[in-house]
């Protein structure tokens, strides 16, 4: 296979993963920075108070992000797979 092949397979790849990654990313930081800002502005600094909101705004999050994460896939591998001809000489 040649390395301009494996180089753009690679590519395609790493802006699938970005592009499913990145809204999940975006409301632990919001989720984060919320949770930092009100714990410096009352003086509570304990662990669970910036952890538990996080867990459920990402679980939640990916809860309601599946279905288009999962088209998002299913497309990508179908792309991939439905011309095999290139990566295969």
Known sequence: MPVELVTDLG???MKEVFL???PIL???VVVSL????IQV???LQETTISAVP???????AVFFL?????RQLSQFT???LGDLHPYLR
Request: no cysteine; charged share 5%; net charge positive.
């Open 34 to 37: 919320t949770i930092n800002i």
């Open 26 to 28: 975006v409301i632990a």
């Open 78 to 80: 179908v792309q991939l």
């Open 66 to 70: 599946m279905p288009w994460m999962w």
């Open 41 to 43: 502005l009352t003086s």
């Open 20 to 22: 499913l990654a990145s």
């Open 11 to 13: 590519r395609m790849t």
């Open 54 to 60: 996080r867990l459920l705004a990402v679980s939640s």
